[in-house]
């Protein structure tokens, strides 16, 4: 179970990890790729922090993944940056492709194709 800090923490990196993504995400993975951070659940320690991120508009979502962890560094530095006052330390990142949304559209078009045959 989290603890509050645990929550505290990981709310507020996925708030200042949005805005990194909304400035600094053109460069890292181009125009073409709409990425939100769904989730971050932080390690007991605070010494890391898994950011599962929904990425829209794209076919290859991998792709844009690898395209966050080749430029690492510098989404950390921006983050920290805007951490900086808030936590001691900057916890290490972890990304994950959150699918959530995905299967929530295949139940309903699974749905929707039932429906459709009932009515029939």
Known sequence: MESIRQKQVAELIR???SMVLTEEGRYVYGTHALVTVTQVLMS????????????Y???????????MEDNYPRLKQALHHRLK?????????KFYIDDTMDE???????????KDGKEE
């Open 104 to 114: 929530v559209y295949k139940v309903e078009a699974l749905f929707k194709k039932f």
């Open 57 to 67: 508009n794209t076919e290859n979502k991998q792709e844009v993944l690898l395209e």
């Open 44 to 55: 007991p320690d605070l010494a890391l922090a898994k950011v599962y991120l929904s990425i």
């Open 15 to 17: 708030r200042q990890f």
């Open 85 to 93: 006052k808030q936590i001691r330390a900057m916890p290490e990142m």
